[in-house]
């Protein structure tokens, strides 16, 4: 921080935050620590007022946003790089390292200067607003290493092997306009503005090197949730996340020295038919879920944090969780063993026009709401591809959700002060 | 509350809120003081954090919402009425009220039973959240009283003059998805599922009775925030807010009957060219606000709750506060002491794709967000009307808004328990 920079009340968001924005710096020196702290259950909100103060780590051994204990907030962007010039796109990386450090502390995307005859570095928007633990997560789609079959940046031979295409699932309805990128941000926290700000400044800084391409806004089920939050479907989700994540959600040894420490992210935007799923009975919504829909507990269980029972039978023989319940269906006990840190927000952006082509020939609006899946994981050929073959094709909730966009992306392991987000990568290529 | 309801764990959202909500019912019961409470600055957030388990009255003098001290999130739904017949318009407000108040008090919609067969009374995404504040204020449209020139309800002699047809000011570009209705309801809440889901159930509930026409999505700037939040223009936003409301937010005397204690809501979709914006350098954008960006002081002031100065010369003769400036053109000063109670919300719904008609012939994505303005007036005819009026004319700002949609509803009176909201326009028609 520069000299200056201290002086200016401006330099962070609020003055008194001065202090607390320094400590985080000094603690996120290199790879401390402190990205490595227990994350607990990512499902558990600590409620937005306790922690709106509080900063998250930016440097470290994984980038903030996955292990980070999951904020009220979402704002994702995608981009398409613009720019045929390899160093452009190193430098963008750079720049965005440098301001997303900044942002994560409560400060503006950069130092804001006084001279107001230039336009600000920075929107403003937030100047008021606490840091609200804002994390941001840099991903690389496999535009990155080539697109249309051109390696622009010399990066081709570098695409990792986990970073597979994904293939077309049954019920498949992604639009282009919220599916692939480039690059990705997600940013979280425990104000909505806050995270918008921050992907605002960053496309801005991006200008002439990358197009946004699509984004998606989404907010937690319950804050202030006991236990765990409730989706729009009105069950608990997120009951069975992973706790061991250097199995199920870093990348280790065998991957490519820039992705150890980084995870693959797998976005899809789930749309909710709400209207006909509300209109269900409770106990058919509990068949489709595989768990009872007040306690969470799973079917034939009685508590939220029991284990599913795969193998109970009713009296006349019947499995008790059904075949093809999304629970059983989803369960690692099914999969291999197979673990993805969910990290899911809701989404809500008003209305669809629908007309139906049958009688009574209706037409109206429905909510375009749902589901913004957020998956962390170590390797999507073994975790979000497989277990998504089976529930695309046997899942009960099929008859209610729709997957409308999304993308994958590889997250690549943090960074140490001084270095920039996927450094490894160009060094190597 | 019947005995039957007070035994299930499910009556209330949370077991033990039980006791709040039954206090709240109690204090609300009649034309209690409750809604009488001073407001305060309505611009002025509490924090999340320590609000969220409060409940705000829904009974009495004024529908909640309007006097309320302004929650963070939003979600206001705007809707087509479909029924022809009055007495089911009447038994849809009945139903409306009484859910409303069960919502308002943590409660979920109707008592859920405990019949697992049949489809659940209330969607259930709220059950492990708190009250949070929420408050569901309803207004009634033009098309209530005629549409297409049919009196279908037989209230046509009874729309009040107040509910004036807004004229087509200068600029704007209304889109019918995003414009008028012949009811709504504006939910507020510390927490966007309280609301979505308050919003939700109702729309259930008039199921047959009405279409839903519009809805948008709102946060407030800074729910943590010091003072005044700022919107995305990074700007402080509500610092002049009338505090006498039984001059310029409640009908009187002058109005029906069943307006009294209430009010005129003027929405408006207000879209940012942000990316534009943001290139503005900040001493132009203080001249088309009218005040200091960082300290929210008028120009020529010191002080964000200085008055303005409206004869102030520079040393050429010009007006500090120049003629153009979106401050003064809103003042009260320059309005007939006109006010209106604002409760805007910032709203992002993604990107909207733009191609220019000219060199060099750029296309790519740009924000879709902006303000969703809310105001509150006793009189649109002498507030909202004639002051935007001036404004779509000379206000600077105009360079940088549109105004996308939106609507006027006439907001009754409140309720005493037992009544329901615009109970006495069917009694007196």
């Known amino acids: ?38 994350a607990g259950p990512a499902n558990v909100m600590g409620g937005g007022g306790q922690d709106i103060h509080h900063t998250e780590p930016f440097w470290g ?7 980070t204990r999951q904020q009220t907030n979402s704002y994702f962007a995608a981009f398409d790089l613009t720019t045929d010039k390899r160093d452009e796109l190193e430098a963008l990386l750079r720049t965005w390292t440098a301001a997303a450090a900044r942002l994560a502390a409560g400060q503006t995307a950069a130092p804001l200067g006084d001279d107001l005859t230039v336009p600000a570095v920075d929107s403003g928007d937030a100047l008021s607003l606490p840091p609200a633990r804002l994390t941001l997560t840099f991903g690389f789609g496999p535009g990155l290493f080539a697109k249309d079959e051109r390696d622009r940046y ?46 605002r400044q960053l496309a801005r800084l991006a200008y002439g090197a990358v197009q946004i391409r699509w984004t998606q806004t989404g907010f937690a089920a319950g804050p202030a949730s006991k236990g765990t939050g409730r989706n729009l479907m009105g069950f608990k989700d997120g ?20 992705m150890r420490g980084g995870s693959y992210l797998v976005a899809r935007r789930i749309r909710i038919a709400l209207e006909h799923w509300e209109t269900m009975n409770v106990a058919f919504q509990e068949q ?27 009296k006349d023989g019947n499995p008790v969780l059904p075949e ?27 209305l669809n026009f629908t007309a139906e082509r049958w009688p009574p020939w209706r037409q109206g609006n429905e909510y375009d709401a749902g589901l913004f899946f957020m998956g962390y994981q170590r390797d999507p050929r073994t975790a979000f591809i497989p277990i998504h073959e089976k529930l695309s094709r046997l899942d009960a909730m099929n008859q209610f959700i729709t997957h ?26």
């Open 324 to 350: 093809n319940a999304h629970a059983r269906l989803s369960a690692p006990e099914v999969n291999d063993g197979a673990q993805i840190l969910r990290r899911a927000y809701s989404y809500n952006d008003g």
């Open 61 to 67: 051994k994984h980038q903030g946003g996955i292990a």
């Open 404 to 429: 409308v966009g999304g993308g994958l992306f590889a997250c690549p392991g943090g960074a140490a002060k001084g270095e920039f987000i996927g450094q490894r990568l160009f060094e190597r290529a």
């Open 154 to 199: 010399q990066l081709a031979a570098h695409r990792p092997e986990a970073l597979a295409d994904l293939p077309k699932f049954p019920g498949d309805q992604l639009v282009a306009e919220h599916t692939g990128g480039d690059l990705s941000i997600q940013a979280c926290a425990d104000d909505p503005q806050v995270a918008f700000h921050a992907v």
């Open 239 to 258: 009951t069975i996340n992973p706790t061991d994540f250097d199995r199920f959600v870093w990348v280790g040894g065998e991957g490519p020295d820039w």
């Open 1 to 38: 921080m520069s000299e200056k920079e201290e002086r200016s009340p401006l330099a962070s968001r609020r003055g008194f935050l001065a202090g607390t924005a320094g400590l985080v710096a000094a603690v996120g020196s290199g790879f401390s620590a402190a990205a490595a702290q227990p």
């Open 288 to 314: 489709v879920v595989g768990r009872r829909k007040y306690s969470g507990a799973p079917l034939g269980g009685m508590h939220e944090s029991e284990p599913l029972n795969f193998d109970a039978t009713d």
